[in-house]
């Protein structure tokens, strides 16, 4: 199991320019896990490709029920107290400590194209790439 952003599912599901990496990242480990915020941000991604990239409607509901399907129910909530701790000690946004949050309390890594988030978080956060090398 991984825990995985928003970037990896959008990566994956709407097939744009990582769409390849995170297929690999897919057949490396295909248990995604994520914290409940990540349906309002991958939202937030469809609206941002119907407005700006001409995506339909119709398609972006089609893209979002993929990513349902790829998380597959594992959504958890996380301790608000452990996310504001981890944003306050690295500076990264409060959603972003979402994820992070959650892959230290499951104890597996996060995998991310944030460079910000691998940077703060070295021990729990891993690039697509290294993620792939490693399986």
């Known amino acids: ?9 959008a990566c994956l599901a709407i097939r744009n320019e990582g769409a390849e990496l995170a297929s690999a990242v897919c057949a490396a480990d295909p248990v ?10 991958f939202r937030h ?5 119907v407005h700006g990239a001409g995506m339909s409607l119709n398609e972006a509901m089609r893209v979002l029920q993929l990513a349902e399907e790829i998380v597959g129910g594992r959504e958890y909530q996380v301790s608000s107290d452990r996310v504001l701790a ?6 990264c946004t409060g959603y ?6 959650l892959a230290q309390d499951l104890g597996v890594p ?3 194209a944030d460079p910000q988030i691998l ?17």
């Open 96 to 101: 972003d400590c979402e994820y992070v949050a």
């Open 86 to 91: 981890l944003a306050a000690r690295s500076g």
């Open 1 to 9: 199991m991984i825990v995985a952003d928003t970037s990896l599912i």
């Open 32 to 41: 995604w896990a994520a914290p409940v915020l990540w349906r309002s941000e």
């Open 119 to 135: 940077k703060a978080f070295p021990r729990t956060a891993v690039s697509m790439e290294k993620f792939v090398r490693k399986k």
């Open 45 to 49: 991604a469809l609206m941002k490709y």
């Open 110 to 112: 996060l995998v991310t």
